[in-house]
């Protein structure tokens, strides 16, 4: 039996609470993500996708290049989208956030082409992303006053912690209008000295981008990753003893470049944002318009059909 496999049994016993999409706020209006708990009536209106790590869980380096990897386990999309125009902030709302999983938070923006209903059924697989945020540089920070290890500096994630678990994300002024699935990410490396060991928590969301505040000032062009191939389990940043004292300065934010037109809100710009308001969800029709989205009534789905097939599968480690 391998050291890390029995690492995994003994900890299995202590199923630790991690987290999932609350909610996300835009200008203070705020539109739904998704629980994955079993029992959850979801909104009906909500913007995050679906997923069936009712554990709150991740998604480990063994399963990189596979479909799991795009929008957490059995991720699938909502009907309902988030507008937002281009040049806007919008929080994403984590659902608390353990202060031992420390690492990157990482974003990511695919369009939803040649689709009748924007983002609402598109095949995930056909998502080609553009990293807008990494969430670099890492502060560093030798009393490490945040809560971690000695000398481990102070990661992005302390950062979110200290925002009510919240991380705001830029929408880039050049993005053309459009349906849009953001992908935020926390890849956490308490255990990343092991080969796979890191966990990564992605959560994606429905965005309808609309014209921009102010028209931009150049152009881009999207990149086209495939996220199968966003990470390898061997990857520096992956692969990483956080508790190891190795030098935080020599962190690799893993994953493909930022893209040149990205503008990541930096650690010290990051706040928390109230509520004002309940947002206004739409439903993106032929893919060019949109009318104002309207819910048929919640189904308890995870109750209903998730828990029982999930039975017995996820003693992982926190
Ligand atoms: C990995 O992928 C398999 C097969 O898709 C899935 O059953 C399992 O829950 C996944 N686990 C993690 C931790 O990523
Ligand atoms: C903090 O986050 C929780 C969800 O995790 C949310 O319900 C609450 O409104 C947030 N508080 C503030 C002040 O943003
Ligand atoms: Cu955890």
Redesign the pocket.
Known sequence: MSKSLLTALLLSGTALAHSHLAHILINGALYHGFDPTPGKANYPDRVGWSS??IDD???????YS????ICH??GAPPKAHAPIRAGDRLHVQWNGWPQNHVGPVLSYLAPCKNTQDGCGSVDKTALRWTKIDDSAPVLIDPLSSDGGPPGSGRWATNVLIGQNNSWQVEIPSWVKPGPYVLRNEIIALHFAKDLDGA??YPLCMNLWVEAPIAAPTRTFALDEHDARTFYKPTDPGILFGVNNGTPLSTYKVPGPTLHAGAKPVPHSLQLMSLSKSAGTPVAVTKATQTVKFTAAPAKREAEATEAPKMKG??N?QG
Do not use: A, C, M
Request: no cysteine; aromatic share 10%; proline share 10%.
């Open positions: 069936s790590n869980g991740f998604v480990s380096p063994r399963n596979t479909p799991e990897i386990l059995s966990q990564n599968r996820y992982r």
